[in-house]
């Protein structure tokens, strides 16, 4: 039969308003998390990430913040360009020296002109 | 510097064949990791290399394999495709093992007919 997709949560916001992308990870032994964006038709683009021994890191346009005591990421997108629409997932490294990263479901971030 | 290189960008096979992708890292990254992204799945990891070394494994049948050579570049090979092997194959080079940015190619689509 027809296969169905993982339903994306889609937030969607007016040019020039500040988004807020949440993630819920699973691993509470996960010490690293990275946030990517994913237009149609390419790869993950590294956006910016967040080792577990700090609650905020700041980039150009975007932070993000780490709960840990909820396992809870969140990204923020300051005056949101229609640009940044796109899928937005948080990927969590499991811990130790592992590389494999586990990804959320993602969100799709559409942003009204 | 150059990014990820992903080959072939697109690629149609039938059931039963086989098929082999390959993936160039940034230039001295040693680890190399493979992800299968589908609509229904989502980004599911496959496996990592590093320093021509499988340190991890996904939960993929057998079919799926890969290696890594000397010069880092990667290839993952999938043997008697099925229908479900549908996908985007992506792959992520980071520079070392453990918590560090981890930069994605764009990615092979595989379309089994």
């Known amino acids: 039969g027809e296969s169905v997709g993982l339903h994306l949560p889609t937030l969607s916001v007016q040019e020039g308003d500040n988004s807020i992308i949440n993630c819920a990870y699973s691993?509470?032994?996960?010490?690293?998390f990275i946030w990517y964006k994913q237009e149609s038709g390419k790869g993950p683009q590294f956006i910016i990430d967040?080792?577990?021994?700090?609650d905020k890191r700041q980039g150009q346009r975007v932070t993000v913040l780490l709960n840990k005591t909820v396992k809870h990421l969140s990204l923020q997108i300051a005056a949101t360009q229609p640009g940044d629409s796109a899928v937005y997932f948080c990927a969590e490294n499991g811990g130790g020296a592992t590389n494999k990263l586990i990804f959320g479901t993602g969100t799709l971030l559409a942003v009204q002109p | 510097k150059a990014g990820v290189t992903q080959t072939p960008r697109y690629l149609i096979k039938t059931r039963g064949q086989q098929v082999t992708l390959s993936c160039s890292p940034i230039?001295?990254?040693?680890?190399v990791s493979w992800y299968q992204q589908t609509p229904g799945q989502g980004l599911q990891f496959l496996f990592e290399y590093f320093s021509e070394t499988q340190r991890n494994k996904g939960n993929f049948p057998g079919r799926f394999s890969g290696r890594q050579f000397s010069n880092s570049r990667s290839e993952m090979n999938v043997s008697t495709l099925e229908l479900g092997d549908s996908a985007l194959y992506l792959c992520?080079?980071?520079?070392?093992?453990?918590?560090?940015?981890?930069?994605f190619g764009q990615g092979t689509r595989l379309t089994v007919v």
């Open positions: 967040i080792r577990s021994n700090m």
């Open positions: 992520a080079s980071r520079a070392f093992q453990g918590n560090t940015e981890a930069f």
């Open positions: 691993n509470s032994a996960s010490d690293y």
């Open positions: 230039s001295g990254h040693r680890s």
